[in-house]
């Protein structure tokens, strides 16, 4: 089973040995250590499954195994580092591998003790735990690495105990924040961190990043790639979720219109309201979004996607959306549709009926 920093289906970041992708992000970080300009916390950004956990915790075994570059030693100064890599056998590299590295401390959402659940938001409680790691620490003058994954999940509470700690800092501590939408943090959080924005990966990056993950996609990597905005992280949930064939079908389905194939539209929608099928409702909804937006861009911009996410796609997207008229109508539906479909999932509204009323909709704008 995942645990709240990890992605379900993929290794936890701390597990992962490579980083795809994000030169340009760890070159900054070496920059600042190699310069003396080591900032003490570091808030890691971009969209979802992208690799920031991955990089805090290449950064963490890096800033536990590697010496200061002021100890020079007997013969001299070592020369810089020129990348984040341990060796696995590293003593630090194997600890943190074990989860005994007592110079790291990771943060994330914990169980409830009263019901055993995890929790929504990372509470007061969990973030006062740092006092103690820090003081006990404190003795053996090491460096202590703290990630915080993910700090959009604090509560109020927990964001202002973690401030004070950032205007004032632990002697040779480094606090490694993840966030997926930073504009959500307090900006007095913000303004005491050095930013490290990630980007999203192109579809050789995530082709590499499956391989290491034992994920065989075959020829799909081009289409999880589209689909997933770059995101290795939400091309393995569309991969697991068989997120592309509810793609094709969604696209098979806007290509008959404007006549509407209900059998196919009632094959989703049942599929949607199995049991235990929460999150294929979840993911159905975001590709019906997603199919949308792709409408919208289109009329918006006279051009259809480069890469065809399913079959036939750019042409039917052509035909739906021909011009800016066209694709602001399918952006209006979008936002309809979207929040009409939040609110039915929130008060538990039937999903079949919720899908098929959506798909309606849908077809309802094609014919007006």
Not at 58 to 87: K, N, Q, V, W, Y
Not at 257 to 278: I, T, V, Y
Not at 335 to 356: I, K, S
Request: charged share 20%.
């Amino acid at each position: 089973m995942s645990t709240p920093d990890q992605i379900e289906g993929a290794p936890h970041p701390r597990d992962t040995p490579t980083l795809f992708g994000q030169n340009a992000a760890e070159q900054a970080f070496l920059d600042a250590f190699t310069t003396g300009r080591l900032h003490h916390a570091w808030l890691l950004t971009g969209p979802r499954g992208i690799g920031k956990a991955t990089l805090a915790w290449h950064i963490a075994r890096f800033l536990l195994a590697t010496p200061p570059l002021e100890d020079d030693g007997l013969f001299g100064a070592p020369p810089p580092p020129t990348s984040l890599a341990i060796d696995p056998e590293h003593p630090v590299a194997r600890r943190i591998a074990a989860g005994a590295e007592p110079g790291l401390k990771a943060i994330t959402r914990t169980p409830n003790p009263t019901t055993d659940r995890i929790r929504d938001q990372i509470v007061v409680d969990d973030i006062r735990a740092l006092a103690g790691f820090f003081q006990l620490s404190a003795t053996d003058g090491g460096r202590r690495v703290v990630i915080v994954d993910a700090a959009d999940d604090m509560n109020t509470s927990a964001a202002n105990a973690l401030l004070k700690m950032l205007e004032e800092p632990p002697e040779r501590a480094t606090l490694l924040l993840i966030s997926h939408q930073p504009s959500g943090l307090l900006p007095t959080i913000r303004s005491r961190c050095r930013t490290l924005r990630l980007n999203t990966l192109s579809a050789e990056d995530m082709a590499q990043a499956f391989d290491q993950a034992g994920i065989d996609v075959g020829d799909a990597t081009g289409a999880l790639a589209e689909l997933s905005g770059g995101s290795v992280g939400a091309a393995i949930r569309l991969s697991l979720l068989d997120g592309l064939k509810t793609y094709a079908d969604l696209v098979a389905l806007i290509q008959t219109l404007p006549q509407f194939d209900r059998a196919a539209a009632l094959k989703l929608a049942e599929a949607a309201a199995a049991r235990g099928a929460d999150a294929k409702r979840d993911l159905l909804f975001e590709l019906i979004d997603l199919l949308l937006s792709r409408l919208a861009r289109t009329g918006a911009t006279g051009l259809a996607p480069g890469i065809e996410a399913a079959p036939g796609e750019a042409a039917t997207l052509a035909r739906l959306a021909p011009d800016q008229a066209a694709g602001r109508a399918w952006a209006q539906i979008a936002q309809e549709t979207g929040a009409r479909a939040r609110h039915g999932v929130a008060v538990n509204l039937d999903p079949a009926a919720l899908v098929l009323d959506t798909l309606i909709k849908i077809s309802q704008t094609a014919t007006g």
